[in-house]
């Protein structure tokens, strides 16, 4: 009994020495965090329904603008969540910190965002994504788009995809929506993005969107249809070669 005491002993004792060496670590604790100049503030964008925004600036860009040569991005969301997501899962603060000016919004009827009767129709959704980009001052952003927000993000590359530094669909819906020829003609830069474990979404919308000029593809290992929640540092690395590429 005193020897298995004194094996545990050593046990705890080695554990607590890790755990003190891990806190002394100039690197510790760092990985997920918001710069330590970063700056988060919400807001509702003016407007018919007027919509809820959060962001995160960092440095320079707490007055809400991006460094010189970086674009604005602004990010929708899937059906199951909200602009909260990717305020929670760092992508706000780990672009701001990079100078980029990132906002998130929820789309009407989800968070804090009213629900709107003018979303109804494609070009209701247009109308209202190009509202949010004056109210927000975003001049040519790039746009995330996962899942559910495709109904309003791929009409709006179609109609006007020359207004967008480029184009990030994590495995929208909607896509079969579309003619290859209507793709063809979009000369937006843009990163296809799914995860491997995707079986649906993900294939689906790659064979529509394949047919965009600009395009490239990253799929994310070991991660289903939200893949950014799945493998966030994989997503985050494809995201930021993507973005530091745009001119």
């Known amino acids: 009994m005193p020897l298995a005491r004194s094996r545990l002993g050593l046990l705890l004792l080695g554990a607590l020495l890790t755990f003190l060496l891990y806190l002394l670590h100039p690197d510790a604790g760092k990985r997920g965090r918001p710069a330590a100049n970063a700056t988060a503030r919400t807001g509702m964008a003016a407007g018919e329904p007027p919509i809820f925004y959060r962001e995160v600036s960092a440095g320079p860009q707490a007055g809400g603008t991006a460094s010189p040569g970086r674009p604005d991005v602004l990010f929708l969301h899937g059906q199951a969540f909200t602009s909260k997501t990717w305020e929670a899962l760092g992508t706000l603060a780990l672009l701001a910190g990079e100078g980029y000016r990132a906002v998130a919004i929820d789309l009407p009827g989800y968070g804090d965002s009213p629900p709107a009767e003018n979303v109804a129709t494609a070009q209701g959704r247009v109308a209202f994504l190009d509202h949010v980009l004056q109210e927000l001052g975003m001049r040519r952003p790039v746009l ?57 979404l993900g294939p689906q919308a790659l064979q529509s969107l394949r047919h965009l000029p600009r395009h490239r593809v990253a799929v994310v290992p070991d991660a289903g249809h939200a893949c950014y929640l799945d493998k966030p540092e994989d997503f985050h690395r494809a995201l930021l070669g993507f973005l530091r590429q745009l001119k």
């Open 144 to 200: 995330i788009s996962p899942s559910m927000s495709g109904r309003f993000a791929l009409p709006f590359l179609l109609a006007q995809g020359d207004r967008l530094a480029g184009f990030v669909p994590i495995a929208p819906v909607g896509t079969k929506d579309y003619a290859a020829e209507q793709y063809h003609r979009v000369q937006t830069p843009t990163l296809i993005l799914y995860g491997d474990r995707d079986a649906s």
